[in-house]
């Protein structure tokens, strides 16, 4: 079972930062696109990053210049670095490993941006 496990959520306050990690199984980790997803109450889930195996990344218009995804194939970790935090970025923030017919979510961490 392939298992993706975020951390690093929590409240910040707007103008703030935080980092979101991912943590994966190592048999997976180099060969796939990760991504960072997010689903504010009452919305649909949307794509934030993404990064692919070879390490080109793109991003929703609405966090670029603000955000940034990277990985660390030596920790299997996928990481995502959000600074200036706004209101609007609160959201449930979910990890993603795909390619081919592999698909896999982690469970999904609280971003809260609040004064």
């Known amino acids: 079972q392939v298992q993706l496990v975020e951390s690093g959520g929590g409240l910040v306050q707007p103008g703030g930062s935080l980092r979101l990690s991912c943590a994966t199984s190592?048999?997976?980790?180099?060969?796939?696109?990760m991504g960072w997803y997010r689903q504010a109450p009452g919305k649909q889930r949307e794509l934030v990053a993404r990064?692919?195996?070879?390490?080109?990344?793109n991003y929703a218009d609405s966090v670029k210049g603000r955000f940034t995804i990277s990985r660390d194939n030596f920790k299997n970790t996928v990481y995502l670095q959000m600074n200036s935090l706004k209101p609007e970025d609160t959201a449930v923030y979910y990890c993603?490993?795909?390619?081919?017919?592999?698909?896999?979510w982690g469970q999904g961490t609280q971003v809260t941006v609040s004064s």
């Open positions: 190592r048999s997976i980790f180099r060969l796939y696109a």
């Open positions: 990064i692919t195996s070879g390490g080109n990344t």
């Open positions: 993603r490993a795909v390619r081919g017919a592999g698909d896999y």
